[in-house]
């Protein structure tokens, strides 16, 4: 089974800075992308960064720029760095993967997601 935990969601200040971490485990063969959606209140779920498996990164318009997405192969982990933080940020962020397993199955999974709060 395939597991994805995230951390470092939590309460900033406007223009602040926060650091979202994600980490995949358990029967992991290759993680073919890695990405960060979120989810404020009363809106849909909408994708915010992706890397892919050989590296290439996309944004969305709305922190493009702002916040940048790494990834780390050997951990099986991507971050989130998120600066210049204003109260259109404030959602759930949720962590994706679309991974192969041992099972040859490629699948997709969500962590539980990590609140981020903007406020003064």
């Known amino acids: 089974q395939v597991q994805l935990v995230e951390s470092g969601g939590g309460l900033v200040q406007p223009g602040g800075s926060l650091r979202l971490s994600c980490a995949a485990s358990?029967?992991?063969?290759?993680?073919?992308?890695m990405a960060w959606f979120r989810q404020a209140p009363g809106k849909e779920r909408e994708e915010i960064a992706r890397?892919?498996?050989?590296?290439?990164?996309t944004y969305a318009d709305s922190v493009r720029g702002r916040f940048t997405i790494s990834r780390d192969n050997a951990k099986n982990t991507a971050d989130l760095q998120m600066n210049n933080l204003n109260v259109e940020d404030m959602a759930v962020y949720y962590c994706y993967a679309h991974i192969r397993d041992n099972r040859n199955s490629a699948l997709i999974y969500w962590g539980q997601g990590t609140q981020v709060t903007v406020s003064s």
């Open positions: 890397i892919s498996g050989n590296g290439e990164i």
């Open positions: 358990g029967s992991i063969v290759f993680i073919y992308s």
